[in-house]
């Protein structure tokens, strides 16, 4: 499996040549790829807007769904059915990593 691809906001600003007239903003937002399959790709983020119970995100063509860490359902999204499926299963068979990933990035550790 390919190493997880991370930036914070400084290597974002930085590697995109922002420059100076940028360094006042700070982005709030991290993400980690944590795998793929097929075209699907599987994210762990930094800030999330209304769902904190522990999930990954997984993206399709600008299309994507939150899939809970605890229940395996999805919290929010748009995937075709059968895209949903298949994320959800991968998300079942690499749940130790997901979980990993996620406490990492949210600084606590949940009592799985």
């Known amino acids: 499996m390919e190493e997880p691809i991370e930036r914070n906001s400084s290597e974002f600003i930085r590697d995109f040549g922002m420059g100076m007239q940028y360094a006042f903003f700070e982005l709030s937002e991290q993400r980690a790829q944590i795998g793929r399959r097929g075209s699907i ?6 800030k999330e807007q209304g769902h904190n119970d ?4 997984a993206e ?3 299309m994507n ?3 809970s860490l605890i229940s395996f359902k999805v919290l929010a999204g748009n995937l075709p059915p059968k895209l ?3 994320a959800i299963e991968w998300t079942k068979q690499h749940f130790e990593q997901c979980k990993s990933k ?5 600084r606590y ?4």
């Not at 550790?109 to 799985?112: A, G, P, Q």
Request: without cysteine; charged residues 20%.
């Open 60 to 62: 399709y063509q600008g």
């Open 54 to 57: 522990p999930h990954i995100h």
């Open 109 to 112: 550790e949940v009592l799985w």
């Open 84 to 86: 949903q499926k298949s």
């Open 41 to 46: 790709i599987f994210e762990v983020r930094t």
């Open 102 to 106: 996620w406490n990492e990035y949210h």
């Open 65 to 67: 769904i939150s899939i």
